[in-house]
């Protein structure tokens, strides 16, 4: 389940932003295949849980407004 794979990604940005394609070689063994993986990060964008930064290419949480 994608839900099961939340915590893996907010863990993992709890200190600080990372590089979407570093976190993923960081933690691959922990999800399926890459396309888990891109589901999981779609799924924390749809609820505002992170944010992506374009033109560094990094993932974050988002601010609580």
Same mark, same amino acid.
């Given at each position: 389940? &994608?839900? @099961?794979?939340?915590?893996?990604i907010l863990k @993992?940005? *709890?200190?600080?932003?990372?590089?979407?394609?570093?976190?993923? !070689? +960081?933690?691959? !063994? $922990?999800?399926?295949?890459?396309?888990? %993986? &891109? #589901?999981?990060?779609?799924?924390? %964008? @749809? /609820?505002? $849980?992170i944010e992506f930064? *374009?033109? +560094? #290419? *990094?993932?974050? /949480?988002?601010? &609580? $407004?």
């Amino acid at each position: 389940s &994608v839900i @099961a794979r939340f915590p893996i990604i907010l863990k @993992a940005l *709890e200190d600080n932003n990372q590089n979407i394609h570093s976190l993923y !070689k +960081k933690n691959k !063994k $922990k999800f399926l295949n890459i396309q888990n %993986y &891109v #589901e999981t990060l779609d799924c924390l %964008y @749809a /609820l505002n $849980k992170i944010e992506f930064d *374009e033109t +560094k #290419e *990094e993932i974050r /949480l988002c601010s &609580v $407004k």
